[in-house]
């Protein structure tokens, strides 16, 4: 049975090196987990060692590590937050993909290692509870901005997200597992998935391999795919900066109609499209976005 070596902070020079980013040397990054009042706890990534500006919070089945390459181009301190369920962190309070409760335990998070940050990036679920925090910590969101995600998306939409996800629980080999990731994943090079995988998996003791996220586990009364439009009228009664950033490949869940709303709850919104990038616009044009986010938020 082999076992393969994972260094969790030892993986920065390939992301740098496979994006062109100028590379001095290990960043300073930690982990660092957050005791919450019910006595869970979550995890998070702190880059830098300042006070961070930023904090990034991902979608379902990935984990702070999906920021490593924006983390890397932006230079600056942030906080990237292992959502309830994922990553190191402890479990959901009721539901992995509970926008609403993971805003409660977000918040507490961020009071505690960023209070002071400029903007709450989040990508799919990461931006539904960025959209959730600002209804119930909104001094907490001083501008938001959301990576191809809407109120909007539903199980149609995020099908072949929803089915990948849906399937195996295990695989008997690393080999098998990056197989199958490839195949959802057509469009990125094969280095960054394998560096995904180890981020977000883990080999167990017979030498198989399982995601750090188990199954997600849906919200109380619901079934296929989280309903998030109430999340609009809190959308419509902000008052911070908004962003959209919307990937426009294949792959993406937002469409012309998600954007044409976005833009009617808050016509002061901004919207970027990334031509080159579907739904994982941090994985497609990393860099890209990292550029965004400091132009909207820094």
């Not at 119930?136 to 995600?149: I, N, Q």
């Not at 090079?189 to 995601?211: E, K, P």
């Not at 008052?239 to 808050?266: I, N, T």
Request: overall charge negative.
């Amino acid at each position: 049975m082999e076992r393969i070596e994972y260094d969790e902070f030892g993986l920065f020079h390939e992301n740098a090196s496979e994006y062109g980013i100028p590379y001095l040397g290990p960043p300073k990054v930690q982990r660092i987990d957050t005791p919450l009042s019910d006595g869970r706890k979550l995890s998070s990534l702190v880059w830098g060692n300042n006070e961070p500006q930023l904090v990034l919070l991902h979608g379902g089945a990935q984990n702070a590590h999906t920021w490593d390459t924006v983390a890397l181009a932006l230079g600056v301190s942030l906080v990237c937050i292992d959502l309830p369920g994922h990553g190191h962190s402890g479990p959901s309070r009721d539901g992995t993909v509970n926008a609403r409760s993971n805003a409660v335990d977000v918040a507490e998070v961020i009071r505690a290692l960023a209070p002071h940050a400029r903007a709450v990036v989040g990508m799919s679920l990461g931006g539904m509870t960025t959209l959730a925090l600002m209804g119930h910590a909104r001094e907490l969101v001083r501008k938001a901005l959301f990576v191809d995600v809407t109120p909007g998306v539903n199980g149609k939409k995020a099908s072949a997200i929803v089915a990948f996800v849906a399937g195996p629980p295990s695989f008997p080999s690393f080999e098998q597992l990056l197989e199958r990731t490839i195949e959802h994943n057509p469009t990125r090079t094969v280095a960054s998935l394998r560096r995904g995988i180890l981020h977000n998996a883990r080999q167990l003791d017979d030498g198989s391999w399982a995601w750090r996220y188990g199954s997600l586990k849906m919200a109380p009364g619901e079934e296929g795919h989280p309903n998030f439009a109430d999340l609009w009228d809190v959308l419509g009664h902000s008052r911070m900066p908004v962003c959209l950033a919307r990937g426009m490949r294949k792959g993406s869940v937002v469409d012309d109609d998600d954007e044409a709303e976005f833009l009617r709850r808050r016509p002061d919104g901004r919207v970027e499209h990334f031509a080159e990038a579907g739904h994982s616009i941090q994985g497609d044009m990393p860099v890209e976005l990292a550029g965004l986010i400091a132009d909207f938020a820094l």
